[in-house]
């Protein structure tokens, strides 16, 4: 759980409604099939779809693209999950990105990817790999905040905030 909830500042002005339960942004960023990650590159901003599993500790996804050398460069991100139709919800994470090679770890994100997806990604000593060739990094988005709101109780957006090690 994040270590405060508190009503967001958008279009103004501080939601003026109750803060929106924790359970509400966890649901959504669980269960979505897709999460849309923006990195910082050298020209600009760098976004793109990932399949990735949501954890206490935040987003795992995998990459072998641009999304890696940013990281490397400047961990700071955004994501988000995709989320069903009509899109009148959001739930936002902002972290940064670490690049994770410890092996119980991987063993642990790729078994829930596999689940997920109907996998069959490996850990490797880079990260991962799948039978069909596909290989990459393995990234952790750590978030520091998450905004959440729905369009039917924009008085109830939300701003979640973590300080330190704290399970999401």
């Avoid at 909830?5 to 269960?31: C, D, I, K, N, Y």
């Avoid at 050398?69 to 990105?97: C, K, Q, T």
């Avoid at 996998?119 to 750590?142: F, N, Q, Y």
Wanted: with cysteine; hydrophobic share 40%.
């Amino acid at each position: 759980m994040p270590t405060s909830a508190e009503s967001a500042f958008q279009f103004g002005h501080t939601a003026a409604g109750q803060p929106l339960p924790w359970e509400w942004a966890r649901t959504r960023l669980v269960t979505a099939r897709n999460y849309w990650i923006a990195t910082a590159g050298t020209h600009g901003p760098h976004l793109r779809p990932y399949w990735g599993v949501w954890r206490t500790d935040g987003l795992w996804f995998s990459t072998a693209n641009r999304a890696l050398a940013n990281a490397e460069r400047d961990p700071h991100v955004s994501a988000h999950p995709e989320l069903a139709e009509p899109a009148d919800e959001a739930v936002i994470v902002e972290g940064e990105l670490t690049r994770v090679r410890e092996f119980d770890l991987l063993v642990d994100v790729l078994a829930r990817y596999n689940a997920k997806y109907g996998g069959d990604a490996e850990p490797t000593e880079e990260g991962m790999r799948d039978s069909g060739g596909a290989a990459g990094a393995v990234l952790l988005v750590r978030p520091g905040t998450v905004l959440g709101w729905s369009v039917d109780a924009l008085d109830r957006a939300t701003r979640w905030r973590c300080e330190g090690e704290v399970a999401w």
